[in-house]
């Protein structure tokens, strides 16, 4: 179900207590619900507190009875607080000069005394068409800087590893079954992007992905955040806030770091999961999203329910599927597809010949650990891509220090090196056993002196 943007009443501002009573049962006549304010104070008053559709503004009150000073003030203030707020001004008759004035300063409109009824409930109606216009706009726009923030289109998602091609398998069979999904897996493997890519191979990939960083939000926030608030709901809300739930309406609400998400907070995300419904803050009106959520976390979150810091509900309510990215090390074809892709995106950004890799740097990155995964590799190959002087790359230019996997293991098993990238590993491995002694390291690998002092050379090792 849509989230409906809600009627909002008109405030009309006038000192006269005859006119405002008129107008109230004019508006009320028309099907129109309103407001009153007795001074230029209550109306600014009311319009902190809440929203309203139009502000129906007399100019002048009882301080100075004809020259629209208040008035004007009023309208000046009000379109300052906010300038979406579509304002009629009513002048006394024939003042034309003050309609202009207020017209300057910020009214839409303007409504000569005595008003014309038809003319007055016409004017108010094309107004309100306006300001809900001006909030789905507000709203799109809210959704755009999120999604240009992201920066989600235009990343391309490189999977060609055994490990990922069963993933993205599993992924393509689970696209449209709209269940709730957890991601697991290490910092910066990817959990994020392939969220994105899943929202975009959905049916709900027109409709926004919205995602959430649940550790970063501060507990004050988190409601406000999330569901939303209406302007007045405490102290800083100077204007209406749309939640991340009602954002994210029609499409995918991605709630990253899922386990850091502080326990009270947890029960108040369960409430909304199971109930299906929110309020915004100061609202007692109950709006529903429809979206699908995909949750990911780093952490054990069976552990971290077996050690008190996870609630078991909100672990069954978000892992109904759940889909494990492998870390880096293991994916050896997406190591060298990603570096390539890195290096060539580097290149054109930077205006600079594209730089390829040896065989022996190609090893060398497959026998790095990559404790930061595809992170890690996409600040190595940007650093590479501005600071070697070359552009055939060598071990020496990756600048990767320790933690290197044994054997490159996983490359191994999966049959995703080339031989020269598989000699590099067995040259290196065989001479870090023998503590750097080459002839030491030949007679390991069955190899002449002459042979493996021609690979050295080779592979520049
Ligand atoms: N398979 C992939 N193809 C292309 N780029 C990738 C891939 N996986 C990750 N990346 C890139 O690596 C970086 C880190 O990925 P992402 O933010 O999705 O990781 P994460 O697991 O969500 O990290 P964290 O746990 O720290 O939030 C991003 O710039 C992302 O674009």
């Not at 009311?46 to 000073?69: I, K, P």
């Not at 926030?221 to 209406?230: K, N």
């Not at 090893?363 to 992170?375: E, F, T």
Request: with cysteine; charged share 20%.
């Amino acid at each position: 179900m849509t989230a409906q943007l809600p009627a909002l009443p008109i405030l009309v501002a006038d000192d006269d207590a005859a006119v405002r009573s008129t107008l109230r049962i004019f508006l009320n006549s028309e099907g129109l619900d309103c407001e009153l304010a007795a001074s230029p104070a209550e109306a600014l008053a009311a319009l902190a507190r809440r929203e309203f559709g139009v502000l129906l503004a007399d100019m002048n009150y009882s301080r100075d009875t004809t020259s629209g000073a208040e008035g004007l003030s009023l309208i000046n203030q009000a379109s300052a607080a906010d300038p979406q707020l579509p304002i009629v001004a009513m002048t006394a008759w024939g003042s034309v000069a003050l309609a202009v004035e207020a017209m300057r300063g910020g009214a839409s409109d303007f409504i000569e005394k005595p008003w014309d009824n038809q003319r007055l409930a016409s004017i108010l109606r094309n107004l309100l068409a306006l300001r809900q216009t001006r909030q789905v706009n507000q709203r799109l726009a809210a959704r755009n800087q999120l999604l240009s923030a992201e920066g989600q289109n235009s990343r391309p998602w490189i999977a060609a590893s055994p490990a990922m091609q069963a993933l993205m398998a599993q992924v393509e069979r689970l696209k449209d079954a709209d269940v709730t999904l957890l991601i697991t897996g290490e910092n910066g493997s990817g959990k994020s992007q392939l969220a994105q890519a899943i929202h975009r191979a959905s049916a709900r990939a027109r409709a926004p992905f919205i995602s959430v960083n649940m550790g970063a939000i501060p507990d004050t926030l988190f409601e406000s955040e999330m569901f939303g608030h209406e302007k007045g709901a405490f102290t800083d809300a100077r204007q209406t806030r749309i939640g991340r739930f009602e954002l994210a309406d029609g499409g995918t609400l991605f709630l990253d770091e899922v386990g850091n998400i502080p326990l009270n907070q947890q029960a108040k995300l369960l409430q909304v999961l199971e109930g299906g419904q929110f309020e915004r803050l100061g609202s007692a009106k109950a709006r529903r999203a429809d979206v699908r959520l995909i949750a990911a976390s780093n952490a054990d979150l069976a552990q971290m329910v077996e050690l008190g810091s996870f609630r078991r509900d909100l672990l069954y309510r978000l892992n109904s599927v759940q889909l494990h990215l492998p870390p880096l090390r293991e994916r050896g074809a997406d190591i060298v597809s990603l570096a390539e892709h890195y290096l060539a995106s580097h290149a054109q950004r930077y205006q600079r010949p594209t730089k390829t890799l040896s065989p022996a740097a190609r090893a060398a990155l497959l026998q790095h650990r990559w404790p930061g995964n595809v992170r890690e590799l996409a600040h190595c190959m940007e650093r590479v891509s501005l600071l070697a002087q070359q552009e055939l790359l060598e071990p020496a230019d990756l600048g990767l220090n320790g933690g290197t996997t044994p054997l490159a293991t996983a490359a191994f098993d999966a049959g995703e090196l080339t031989l020269e990238e598989a000699e590099v590993i067995l040259i290196r491995t065989a001479l870090k056993r023998a503590g750097g002694n080459a002839p030491q390291a030949a007679q390991a690998l069955g190899l002449s002196r002459s042979a493996f002092y021609r690979r050295l050379e080779k592979y520049r090792l």
